[in-house]
């Protein structure tokens, strides 16, 4: 397949790959492929389906302003992020690219269609350029999950370039039924094969420092969630819990009372390293899609863990190792089912993201193949049927907990992974499967349009209380 580790790996902000990071891609880039604009008078967009029902809750408003206005996701500033937007409401205009000016306001500029859907995705944008001799050029994009975008009727070309472009790879595969063929006749692990892959593409030494800068991004983005307090945007007042609960486990640990250092405090801060790095995504911060923003917690958290617990005698080779596993199952899961909670819930996102980081976890340890296939099976079955039901439309409740959750079940996975032998009675191929299925019957409103699930019972609880 023609995809890489740094497709899934992706320098963002946040609150959400799908809804924040995917449409400002997308507008600039409807505005860079159309050319000149000296004879654009204005610009309009129109959000559709999941976009439009959760995208204020998701940023969605603000990502397309940024986009149009040229900047991208992994160097936008995030402090600065709201005094550009006031500036252009407070101008009433907007420097498309930066550099040609236009009428503009949210207000008039945005289009909501909360109760319609464009036919291939349920992410779908249109955007409007109106020129000076009145005529209109628009084109329609798709936010496919994990800052993923695509053109309308881009999906036949894709398959079509994807299979030429996986010829040229060392060991291309679709399958994990392929990739464990090719480690049996290699005899070389799956972060190996990957490597190889990679370096088809690029030197070993731009692929290490690719993988140590993600890895350095992760780091800051837990140090920087482990010490910030305060309230979480969006109205519904989310207090950031990380900080306290970590101030407490650092008590505790200096204090002369062993009482206090339970056997399962490693466990807690695991799940505190996850919540840090997603109350950071909920504020609009730097994040890392792991596959996506909204489960960007769990595999920072289990590295940490990894690097940090395991007491590991080559941390950088075993990180790297890490990274590369984890990307391959990703990969699977895009191909082969979904890692949009907007297409197939949040099994896709946590499920996926628990999936990886159980597998990666085995491969830095030393674990076979089979024994990573194993990992990455049981992190997902046991995700299998979970929706995307965020309340108020915020990457909040319940996806900040469910992060450090997944966590601690990728732990988990990878423990029971590694006492075994490799042999299991599901494969990885098919729960992924049986994953896009179950997205596949699940009901609309149970994928991310706060439409049903806990977004619609809180609520309304709230309202009675009133």
Known sequence: ???????????????????????????????????PLDQVVGVEVALYGSLALTGVGHATDKAVILGLMG????????????????????AGEIALLG??????????????HKSESLPEHPNGMRFTLKLADGSRVDKVY???????IREAGEAQAEAAVESAASARVVFPFDTMQQLLAHGVESGLSIPEMLRANECVKRS??????????IWHVMRDCIAHGLETTGNLPGGLNVK????????????????????????????????????????????GGRVVTAPTNGAAGIIPAVLRYYAQDCRPSDPVGGVRRFMLT??????????????????VGCQGEVGVACAMAAAGLVAALGGTNEQIENAAEIGIEHHLG??????????????????GMGAVKAITAASLALKGDGTHFVSLDEVIETMRQTGADMQDKYKETSLGGLAVHVITVNHAAC
């Open 99 to 112: 550099t040609h000016v236009v009428p503009f306001t949210a207000a008039t500029g945005l289009i909501w």
């Open 142 to 148: 798709y936010s496919i999950g994990g800052g993923f």
């Open 204 to 213: 070993e030494t731009e692929l290490n420092e690719g993988l140590d800068r």
């Open 326 to 343: 984890a990307a391959a199952i990703g990969m699977l899961c895009k191909r082969n089912a979904s890692i949009s909670g907007a297409e």
């Open 1 to 35: 397949m023609d995809m890489s580790v740094f497709d899934l790996f992706k320098i963002g902000i946040g609150p959400s790959s799908s809804h924040t990071v995917g449409p400002m891609v997308a507008a600039r880039r409807f505005l860079v492929e159309y050319g």
């Open 71 to 90: 900047e991208t996701p992994q160097d936008v500033a995030p402090d600065a992020v709201d005094g550009k937007l006031a500036a252009i409401e407070a």
């Open 386 to 403: 979970m929706t995307c039901d965020p309340i108020g439309g915020l990457v909040q409740i319940p996806c900040i907990e469910r992060n």
């Open 240 to 283: 950031r819990r990380a900080a306290k609960l970590w101030r407490l486990a650092q008590e505790a640990k200096a204090s002369d009372n062993r009482a206090n250092d339970l056997p399962h405090d490693a466990v807690h801060l695991v799940s505190l390293y996850a919540m840090a790095v997603n109350e950071e995504n909920a504020a």
